[in-house]
């Protein structure tokens, strides 16, 4: 399915990445198309960030104009796009302050240091976190710091210090780690990488008390599940739980490499201020047209409300193949982000996918994550059930 010309050029690219056999050449909509012409329906939509899936024609409009205009001019300068995205966002988050990042990790790391300032501003000695087990926040060394995950920590410890890991939806054992020492609690809403697994709404909620409680900032890392993925615009605000700062990214670009964090004015007036951080590419004119032109077609075409509304029937056909299919154990997750629990190894069952021209990812625990882009009707489920329903028997 690769052809070699393409599978020798990577001679020189670092090998760290088990490529599936599949060199991809254009998308349209829910589809992508290898370099044979073989067509894929993406249940991906390349990990969660295609949420407006494939040559939405406003969107590349809008960037190829800003590319002959201006891509880059630091941040020294003003730039509309600028502001106009973290309005955006604000309005869609309801976070008061945005730092655009160039990525998800980089937006982790803001969030950190964010969390860090608060702490030194108030004097209150605080500066450690509380991170939860299976969770995944990136690959840069403060965002592998507080991500649950031994492989991806082992190797290159000691890491950032103070950082402690309890069992996600279990309150209790957050408790147990809390002391007058922490500054921070960072957890998904939705643990992606991790498995698939839902916040329990208590475990929401006792966070976001336990923070108040002590002055604790609690720290939302949307970067997979927000976007309107799970049913709202962020997970988050599926629980009516405000975090103090957030994380975003993959979606919030559909392509363009753009993450960003947000925090609320108070947290906001009692951290990061001019030198304490700052990144040349970030928030530059073409990422933040890409992050305002999402926003705006994200609610001129309802695309949380489309979410809500496909999904009952996503998860009614998924529970029914998981009903009748026996290597699959069970269904976990929210709105179309949505995991398999497998017992047959996922790469067999993946490589019949391939064949079958279905594109899905795996998570951990052998689980079959489906991430489609945010676009997809019923058809696409019926279609994605029935390649799926073959690939797995
Ligand atoms: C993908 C991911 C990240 C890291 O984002 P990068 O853009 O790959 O750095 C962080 N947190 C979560 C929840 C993610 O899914």
Known sequence: MVNEKIRGAEGHLLHIY??????LDHGEGVYLYDTEGKQYLDFAAGIGVNGLGYHNAELNDALKAQLDKLCHISNLYYHEN???????????????????????????????????????????GRYEFIAMNHSFHGRTVG?????????????FEPLFP????????????????????TCGIILEPLQGEG??????????????????????????DEVQCGMGRTGTMFAWQGYGVRPDIMTMAKAIGNGIPVGAFAMTERVAEQSLKPGDHGTTY?????????????LEIFEKEQIVEHVKKIEPYLTARLDELTEKTDCILE????????????????????????????????????????????????KHVDEMIEKLERALS
């Open 18 to 23: 088990n490529r599936f056999p599949v060199a």
């Open 162 to 181: 103070g950082v402690h890991f309890a069992e996600y939806n279990d309150l209790d054992s957050v408790k147990a780690l809390v002391s007058e020492k």
């Open 143 to 155: 965002a592998v710091s507080v991500t649950g995950h031994s492989e991806y920590r082992e190797p």
């Open 282 to 294: 970030g928030g530059n004119p073409l990422a933040c047209m890409a992050v305002r032109k999402v």
């Open 82 to 124: 600028c502001g106009a995205a973290a309005d955006a966002l604000a309005a869609a988050s309801g976070m008061d302050k945005v730092f655009f990042t160039n990525s998800g990790a980089e937006a982790i790391e803001g969030a950190l240091k964010t969390a860090r300032k608060y702490a030194w501003t108030k004097k209150s």
């Open 331 to 378: 269904r976990r997750g929210k709105g179309l982000m949505q995991g398999l629990v497998l017992t047959k190894p996922f790469a067999e069952v993946n490589r019949r996918a391939l064949e079958e021209g279905l594109l899905v990812i795996s998570a951990e625990g052998n689980v079959l994550r489906l991430l489609p882009p945010l676009i997809i009707e019923e």
């Open 195 to 220: 498995g698939i697994h839902p916040a329990a709404q208590e475990f929401m909620e006792g966070i976001r008390k336990l923070c108040d409680e002590q002055d604790i900032l609690m720290i939302c």
